[in-house]
């Protein structure tokens, strides 16, 4: 590979890591706020943070009409995203919480480009389908009792789709404007979820769970950045499966600092998550071209 190819991998590889780590911030976070006052905060501190960035950089957050409205709607979907990922995390063992979300968003995305974006349904996207529902079988039982971190593991997947869609109907505005949007409108909705929940805003005081929120909002802006250039300079399907490592750092993770060793129903139905993500990314028409 050229070092464009290498620079674009390593931004998607260190994506991928990023994203495993917020299952550890989530559970520091938790110590301190209610799961929508985390969420409330955490999107807060970031559209403190990017309009101080805008403002330095002297950016414009000027976006059309219609984008705005995008933008905007892009913040509620992501919001519930975050709110119900966070529910997630702190109801169930981390690499549920990630392997669900990955179902539900490919499932979402693959309905959605197919039904909205009007994109070709192939027999590939189709496998990919049926073998994630296999995987979400593997945890038909905690379905079936309305586990809490199973069902909005599985939602966020499938607001997560929507959020996906959403953005690639954004593709060459200014990322930085569509973040602004987007973090004002992710905070308001956690913030009424958090009212309507009557949940306890702030258990308590502690330092670590304050650093957390402020590196999260960090982590949230940069990771941004981080894919928008990795998929610039890689290919966007080996890519997808350079960024579903996340799934092995966020068991990884979870083993090391909380001990959740997963049964052996749940390692197999994340295998077969894991497997639908790579199957929907191969591109049979482009490696029989190649091998002629």
């Known amino acids: 590979m050229n070092s464009d190819k290498i620079k674009g991998a390593s931004a998607l590889f260190t994506s991928a890591f990023i994203y495993s780590t917020f299952g550890i911030l989530i559970r520091q976070m938790a110590l301190m706020f209610g799961d929508g006052a985390q969420t409330a905060v955490r999107f807060g501190v970031a559209f403190v943070l990017i309009l101080i960035l805008n403002f330095i950089r002297k950016q414009s957050i000027y976006l059309p009409k219609r984008a705005v409205l995008k933008a905007c709607l892009l913040g509620i979907t992501f919001g519930c995203v975050v709110l119900l990922f966070t529910v997630s995390i702190n109801n169930t063992k981390i690499a549920n919480s990630v392997f669900l979300l990955y179902a539900g968003s490919m499932i979402s995305s693959l309905v959605i480009g197919t039904l909205v974006l009007k994109e070709k349904l192939t027999i590939i ?3 990919a389908i049926i073998t994630a529902f296999f995987g979400l079988y593997m945890y038909s039982d905690a379905i079936l009792v ?8 599985i939602a966020s997947g499938l607001f997560d789709g929507i959020s996906n869609a959403l953005r690639k109907t954004l593709k060459g505005l200014n990322r930085n404007a569509i ?4 973090f004002v409108f992710s905070s308001l909705l956690a913030a009424i979820a958090m009212l309507v929940m009557g949940e306890v805003i702030l258990k308590q005081i502690l330092p670590l769970s304050i650093l ?7 982590l949230q802006i940069g990771l941004g950045n981080l894919l928008l250039y990795g998929f610039q300079h890689f290919d966007v399907n080996v890519g997808t499966v350079i960024l579903a490592t996340e799934l092995f750092f966020a068991s990884l993770l979870g083993f090391l600092l909380f001990k959740e060793v997963p049964t052996s129903k749940e390692i197999l139905g994340g295998m077969l998550i894991f497997a639908a993500s790579i199957i929907s990314t191969i591109d049979f028409k482009s490696f029989i071209s190649r091998s002629h």
């Open 179 to 182: 973040l602004t949007y987007q």
């Open 212 to 218: 957390a929120v402020i590196i999260f909002a960090i």
């Open 125 to 127: 996207k189709v496998v």
């Open 146 to 153: 309305m586990s809490i971190g199973i069902i909005t593991g």
